[in-house]
């Protein structure tokens, strides 16, 4: 059962960042500032985000 659970856990995180991806990308493109929660997802630190260099 924990096997189950975690293969579960794995996939459900998966999504999550895919979807966290695809909002940060549609978001940059859109010229508007990606949601924290977003950023957070994928291991990118809010305060940071409008030093990085995008390309």
């Known amino acids: 059962m924990s096997a189950r659970k975690s293969a579960?856990?794995?996939f459900g995180n998966a999504?999550?960042?895919f979807g966290a991806a695809?909002?940060?990308a549609a978001a940059v493109e859109?010229?508007?500032r990606p949601l924290d929660r977003d950023l957070y997802t994928l291991g990118i630190n809010?305060?940071?985000f409008?030093?990085?260099k995008r390309g």
């Open 22 to 24: 695809t909002a940060a």
């Open 15 to 17: 999504i999550a960042i």
């Open 46 to 48: 809010p305060a940071n």
């Open 8 to 10: 579960r856990g794995f």
């Open 30 to 32: 859109g010229h508007r």
């Open 50 to 52: 409008h030093s990085m």
